[in-house]
């Protein structure tokens, strides 16, 4: 069964980094607009950044700019958010998003940003 799968999450201090990793299984991303979001409890599933099929073009929300970086590899069916300088404030749990929609989401993976 096709599905998007993510890694990487994990527990880091604050100032610290993580890449996170999206993976197609059963199917190839290269086709696909890829997005990450982001969830907290009690809260709506925020867009973090979105990268494109065609030119790999990025957009960031304005709470990550400068510290977020999303790419993708399409060799390896993979798209990478990197995150640099990480703030308790960005604990959640991520999933990437096929076309950029928080309904075609996988299971996603926690970040917890903790001293």
């Known amino acids: 069964q096709p599905q998007l799968v993510e890694s990487g999450g994990g527990l880091v201090q604050p100032g610290g980094s993580l890449r996170l990793s999206c993976a197609g299984s059963?199917?190839?991303?290269?086709?696909?607009?890829i997005g990450w979001f982001r969830q907290t409890p009690g809260k709506e599933r925020e867009g973090v950044s979105c990268i494109s099929s065609e030119d790999g073009s990025a957009h960031y929300a304005d709470s990550v700019e400068g510290r977020f970086t999303i790419s993708r590899d399409n060799a390896k069916n993979t798209v990478w958010l990197q995150m640099s300088s990480l703030k308790p404030e960005d604990t959640a749990v991520y999933y990437c998003?096929?076309?950029?929609?928080?309904?075609?989401g996988g299971q996603g993976t926690q970040v917890t940003v903790s001293s």
């Open positions: 998003a096929l076309n950029c929609n928080p309904a075609y």
């Open positions: 059963g199917f190839l991303l290269n086709y696909y607009a």
